[in-house]
Nanobody
Framework: QVQLVESGGGLVQAGGSLRLSCAAS????????AAWYRQAPGKQRELVGS???????IYADSVKGRFTISRNNARNTVTLQMNNLKPEDTAVYYC?????????????????WGQGTQVTVSS
């Protein structure tokens, strides 16, 4: 069974950047699609971006042009580069691996989740 561990969260001022990393252990991402989700206090978990092993990517409208999701299959990692951060980006960010290879934005399609990493953007 795969374990996912996120890192790279922290406190940053508005307009700043952070880079989140998700490392898999126990298994690999293989050909499965992967994603980053986030959950702010009092809100539902929402998709940030999802990508396949072949490079197909979907972004939430709220992060398009500011966030970049990528994966390194050789290193078994998925990263999220976040630029021009805004206070509304404050949330716990989760890495997830889907059960299949197709691109998906449905949380129920993801069978493995990390523990999350806190991102706080101050104004």
């Amino acid at each position: 069974q795969v374990q996912l561990v996120e890192s790279g969260g922290g406190l940053v001022q508005a307009g700043g950047s952070l880079r989140l990393s998700c490392a898999a252990s126990g298994s690999t991402f293989n050909m499965n699609s992967a994603a980053w989700y986030r959950q702010a206090p009092g809100k539902q978990r929402e998709l940030v971006g999802s990508l396949t092993s072949g490079g197909t990517i979907i972004y939430a409208d709220s992060v398009k042009g500011r966030f970049t999701i990528s994966r390194n299959n050789a290193r078994n990692t998925v990263t999220l580069q976040m630029n021009n951060l805004k206070p509304e980006d404050t949330a716990v960010y989760y890495c997830a691996r889907s059960r299949g290879v197709r691109i998906t934005t449905t949380p129920a399609d993801f069978g493995s989740w990390g523990q999350g990493t806190q991102v706080t953007v101050s104004s």
